[in-house]
C-alpha cells in the first residue's frame, strides 16, 4: 500500500501549485483523507481533510481561502490546489488516509502516510 504524493516545486509568492495524491496497492474509497505539511525546524501541522464522499472539507486558518482539496476516487487520487502561496507556505507537504470515513485534523488519526512533496516560495 502506497501513497505518492506528487506536484511540488519551486514557486515565487503570488503563485500556484496543484499537489497530487495517488494511492496504489488498495482503494481508500470511502476513507477520509488528508494534507498536512512540516517546515525546517518545526513539527508537522495540519493543512486540509476531506470526509469519504468530499461533502465535508476542513482547512487550517493559515490557509482557508486560498487552499482547495478534493479528491477523485475514480482515479484513487486527491488534490490540493494551492493558490496565493507565501513563502510561510514553504515545507515538505505530506498526504494521508484515515483511520474512518471522517474529515479528520489529527495525525493520530491517520494509518497511510505518503512520502512529501517539498514546495518552496520564494519571495
Known amino acids: 500500500v502506497q501513497l505518492q504524493a506528487s506536484g511540488g516545486g519551486l514557486v515565487q509568492a503570488g503563485g500556484s501549485l496543484r499537489l497530487s495524491c495517488a494511492a496504489s496497492?488498495?482503494?481508500?474509497?470511502?476513507?477520509?483523507k488528508g494534507w498536512f505539511r512540516q517546515a525546517p525546524g518545526k513539527e508537522r501541522e495540519f493543512v486540509a481533510t476531506?470526509?469519504?464522499?468530499?461533502?465535508?472539507?476542513y482547512y487550517a486558518d493559515s490557509v482557508k481561502g486560498r487552499f482547495t482539496i478534493s479528491r477523485d476516487d475514480t482515479e484513487n487520487t486527491m488534490y490540493l490546489q494551492m493558490n496565493s502561496l507565501t513563502p510561510e507556505d514553504t515545507a515538505v507537504y505530506y498526504c494521508?488516509?484515515?483511520?474512518?470515513?471522517?474529515?479528520?485534523?489529527?495525525?493520530?488519526?491517520?494509518?497511510?502516510w505518503g512520502q512529501g512533496t517539498l514546495v518552496t516560495v520564494s519571495s
Open positions: 494521508a488516509a484515515a483511520r474512518s470515513a471522517m474529515a479528520a485534523r489529527t495525525i493520530n488519526e491517520y494509518n497511510y
Open positions: 496497492g488498495r482503494t481508500f474509497t470511502g476513507y477520509g
Open positions: 476531506i470526509n469519504w464522499s468530499g461533502g465535508i472539507t
